[in-house]
Structure formats: structure tokens, C-alpha cells
């Protein structure tokens, strides 16, 4: 795929506020994402998600099927409630933000090293942790079992 035809094809989720999810957005090109992302009569989405590059444009109920999608890793703080002594659940503090960072650094090195992955983007989740997406095309088109 061209970023254009990626585009076309790239499912994006839009989450308003009190009104739920839209599913299955996309766009024929870059200038038409950005022209619906600026106009005022628009609804202004709280949340925009990325999701998978489908075979072709995504649609609700429909044959298509996913072909590729970055490789995401999700660090929750709260999935450390039992080693860390400072915070629980939601709350995040510079003490136990520590606890996060290396575990970061540990999967970081991991996949460099060892997998020989090198487009990583880091990405704050909005509350309680980040999420290391794997960009490489490699990792994109593994399938949900090599993913599992």
C-alpha cells in the first residue's frame, strides 16, 4: 500500500462525548482527514484511535479482512499494584512512574536486540501508563498467532 491507499484503508475509531464510538472512519487522503479534523461544523471527536489497515475500505459488517497492524505493547500502572508501595490503581506518582519507565527500557532493549525491531514510537495511554507501538513492517503483517 501507498500512504495514500493506507489512509483509504487505515480504520480510525472517533469517541465523542456522551454519545459512544464511531467506528470504521476513514479518509481518501491526508487533506481529507485534515479538512474533516478542522471543520467547525464538525463534531469534534474527544478521542481519535488508530486501528488496523484492512484489504480494503472497512466497513461494518463486511468481508473485509485486517492486513496489517503496528505490534502494540500496553504498561499499565496498575498492573503493578503488587510490587509498587506508593500508589494503587489509576494514580501515578514520580516514585512508581520509575517502575514503569523500566519496564519500558527492558521490552525496548528486547525488541531491538533481540527481535531487531527499530521503528518504535512511544505513546502516553492518557492516565495510567504508555504504549510502545512497533511501526516495522515486519512486525505490522505478523499474524494474531505469531502475535499471541
Known sequence: HNNKSQLAHRE?????EGSGVERYVTFVDSIAMKKRMIDRHSKVPLKVDAGAIWN????????????ERELIFDFDMNDYDDVRTCCEGKKVCTKCWKLLITAVEIIEKALAEDFGFEQLMFVFSGGRGLHIWVNDKRARELKDSVRK
Open 56 to 67: 480494503r475500505t472497512p466497513e461494518k459488517e463486511s468481508n473485509a479482512k485486517t492486513v
Open 12 to 16: 480510525l475509531s472517533f469517541e465523542y
